[in-house]
């Protein structure tokens, strides 16, 4: 009466078994947001202690926002290119919001203490937010630094344009080919679609809490 | 005494970096070792100096290499995306004393050469690809690697 039912076994096994790598992946398993998703609102602390949402930009055609730190030499070289991108698109309706969601307890120099240091040293005209639970990270889907999420502004929220790298040398700002960021910028500004919405770069893994 | 044991030690490095030279290479050698047949399972790291957790795992890789005889384990520095001078790469080699093979990737354009290194890699340091070109069998490794994940890894392949 009590024979055991070896599909039930599997499945239980299977089930068990998936449980596991579900707690054994340190990185985020939600994939984020694709090109054409809504982003969800998102409230953060800024540098200056002030609390700063994605629903606070109104007047605005659209933001870039980059998942950055302070201590990934990706984030050091694409610090000036990050700077002129908000001194250039800011005034055109497409602000910068830079968000830093690495772990302090595995890279102490990403602290919120050396995080205000480096806006101030750096004089950020932008928003310098402070991921503290990792939650806006996984939920777009960030991966390394510098990340950005190209989103547009639209009636009834954000929806995600381009995602990717910001040019395609990270090495040289003076030899980049493709300015990215910048195109699909100008693409949105004519209002078509960008012709590359997704791209890839070499950067430093985000730092992900311990599990 | 000390200064003495110092200057041997110093001289010392360039012959151990002399003992693993680094190679450069472009995508299409290192696809042609990614591909082609293999006795041995693959192991091949994506890692950079500069890259804090790449060069904290970079000792399981070593004694991977140690352990293991149906194992070859390569080392990919991608540190030509940001610096065009390799030199960093070679003391690196020299002073960690690294025993397993070390190339260097010399490309531009990761957005088109990550891919067709491995679509499930984002670009981010480190990563790991398992090959065994006898089963097929390829894992992807997108973080930081720790002890026994390695073994598991392989042992899936198989």
Known sequence: MFKRNPVIMLKNFCLAFCAALLLAAAAPLSPGYEVGDTVADFRLKNVDGKMVALS???DVKGVIVIFDCNTCPYSKG???RIKALHDK???QGFPVIAIQPNDPAISPGDSFEEMKKQA???AYKFPYLFDETQQVAKAFGATNTPHVFLLKKESNGFKVAYIGAID???RDASAVSKRYVEEAIQALQKGSTPATTKTKAIGCTIKWRNA | MR????LFLTALVPVAGK???AKIIKLAELKALMDGPSE??????FWATWCAPCVKELPLFEKLAQERQDVKVTLVSMDLDLDPNPEKVYRFIARKKLQSEVLILDEKDPNSYIDQIDKRWTGALPATIIINNKTGQRKFVGRELHEGELEKLIAETL
């Open chain 1, 168 to 170: 395609d040398n990270a």
């Open chain 1, 120 to 122: 101030e040293k750096k």
């Open chain 2, 3 to 6: 200064i003495l044991l110092l």
């Open chain 1, 56 to 58: 606070d930009y109104k």
């Open chain 1, 89 to 91: 698109y800011a005034p």
């Open chain 2, 40 to 45: 041995k399972i693959r192991v091949i790291n």
């Open chain 1, 78 to 80: 694409y610090n000036d």
């Open chain 2, 19 to 21: 003992c693993q030279p």
